[in-house]
């Protein structure tokens, strides 16, 4: 069984709403203590690193800013059974919705209703094209009569 802490939690990411007392089934995840990381990690989430301490302890990032599947180091054990969280290495938090004057960090999914659109407009253009094809070479049937000519006495031969 997943061992909740009843701290209190808060995403540090500015802009963010969730806390463990609004979004009580996020999952949060600890900021980096080593220093590099840590800095890549407050970059990242446009946290100015003069106004967090080296030593601050508490800090958090929810799982919104992370693609928990592809992120995590143990995402399938940890969905099973629970257990702790592991971000892989390098891993910094990429994913900022709450951040709308930001750049996408990321691709948005294609909805399905679009996808299907453009694969119908892909597929009756390459009908149309393949029909005006087949007109062309009905109206080119007659072959060059020197073609014709080689043809026939080739097959003599």
Known sequence: MENK??????????GCK????????KHFFTLQKEP???????????????DISQ??????????????EQDMDNYIKFKIMGGPK????????HIFDCQPDRKRAFSQPVREAAL??????????AASTSKSVLKDNDDNRQ????????????LKN
Do not use: M
């Not at 969730?18 to 089934?25: G, L």
């Not at 800090?59 to 928990?68: I, K, M, S």
């Not at 592991?86 to 938090?93: E, W």
């Open 143 to 154: 072959c060059d009569p020197s073609f014709t000519n080689l043809v026939q006495s080739g």
């Open 5 to 14: 802490s009843a701290q209190y939690k808060y995403c540090i990411v500015p």
């Open 86 to 93: 592991i971000i892989k290495s390098g891993v910094v938090p």
């Open 55 to 68: 030593k601050s302890i508490g800090l958090y990032v929810c799982e919104d800013h992370f693609d928990l």
């Open 116 to 125: 299907k659109r453009v694969k119908r407009q892909l597929l009756e253009d």
């Open 36 to 50: 590099k990381r840590r800095l890549k990690w407050l970059k990242a989430c446009r946290r100015d690193k003069k």
């Open 18 to 25: 969730s806390t463990t007392v609004r979004t009580s089934n």
